[in-house]
């Protein structure tokens, strides 16, 4: 039963938009929700694994969406083309903030990621051609081997195929040898110094690959939303990636997305009204979570799990 439970979930996964088809509103969540959940990938990837922390991490999204919208409005470059330059760049981006991370460790090094995420948005915010104050309106729907993904439901399989994608890279990942390294150093940096493990390099490795998924993120969402503006890539979206990650289980893979449909989801259904309520709920959960569940969301999965392993060998 193990073995067909993940063709089951994507068959699932599949069949849910064709459900609701008739709701695009709850198509368009769905669609956040992996957007967000590619994103906390990232991060989970930063933290869960590698044991270091960012306040900035929204910031690459901004770099990804906007280098793909620009390349997509004004040099009318093809989608893959600008997906590939946005991520591309993302990279760069982590690579350089990634330095500082070799020398800072804890408080540190989140003060240092919350200026490095400042920056980065106040900066795109002065540049003419990112639409400045406005930001960039009309950014054209994904378009791949002539087909163009104008609507919600189509949308849907091309962010699931990039969510497929980040928890396929992130699962191999972590069985990896430089997975194995990155929690080696997370519990402790200097026993991976002693046996010879190389921090500076896998610290480097985790700031490039946590900004490649967000810089993926970025780009779908700007292409999506077909919207952009350097105040949806603040501090705010960069503390609530860090909640998303913190609820469904760091260093886990599935209880990231769980985490960010949840987060998603109490945000956008409980209504506008009741908006500031939302952020109350939400660190609620945040605080009963890491109370009574310190693995997350995830953590009930595996309860459920451990119970039907109980089951079966005393059947």
């Known amino acids: 039963m193990k073995k067909f439970t993940p063709i089951l979930l994507l068959v699932l996964a599949l069949l849910i938009p064709v459900i609701f088809r008739q709701k695009p509103s709850l198509v368009y969540y769905l669609n956040l929700s992996m957007i967000y959940a590619i ?3 990232g991060l989970n990837l930063l933290m869960g694994i590698g044991g270091q922390i960012s306040l900035g991490h929204a910031a690459f999204m901004a770099i990804g969406g906007y280098t793909s919208a620009v390349l ?7 989608f893959i083309v600008a997906l590939i330059a946005g991520v591309g760049l993302s990279c760069l981006f982590g690579l350089i903030i990634g330095f500082p991370a070799l020398r800072l ?4 090094l989140a003060i240092a990621t919350l200026a490095m995420g400042t920056v980065v ?14 930001g960039l309106r009309n950014i054209p729907a994904p378009r791949l081997f002539g087909f163009t993904f104008g609507s919600s439901l189509s949308q849907f399989y091309l962010i699931l195929a990039g969510l497929l994608l980040a928890i396929v890279v ?50 779908l ?22 909640a998303i990650t913190i609820i469904g289980g760091m260093g886990t893979v599935w209880g990231v997305v769980l985490g960010s449909f949840l987060w998603v989801f109490v945000r956008n259904l409980m209504g506008s009204g009741l908006e500031m309520l939302t952020g109350v709920l939400f660190g609620v ?11 997350g969301l995830s953590e009930i999965g595996f309860r459920i799990a451990g119970r039907f392993k109980g089951k079966n060998e005393s059947s």
């Open 285 to 295: 959960i945040l605080l009963l979570v890491v109370l009574f569940l310190p693995r």
């Open 39 to 41: 994103s906390a990938q």
């Open 170 to 219: 992130t699962r191999n990942f972590i069985r990896s040898k430089s997975g194995i390294a990155l929690q080696a150093m997370r519990d402790s940096e200097t026993g991976a110094q002693a046996v010879g493990i190389n921090t500076s390099n896998y610290k480097l490795l985790a700031f490039i690959l946590a900004s490649a998924f967000a810089g993926l993120a970025g780009v």
């Open 72 to 78: 997509v409005m004004v040099l009318h470059v093809p």
């Open 105 to 108: 460790k804890g408080f540190y």
């Open 121 to 134: 948005t106040d900066i795109i915010k002065r540049i003419a051609i990112t639409g400045g104050d406005y």
């Open 221 to 242: 969402y700007g292409h999506s939303v077909s919207y952009l503006n350097t105040t949806n890539f603040g501090l705010d979206l960069s503390i609530n990636l860090l």
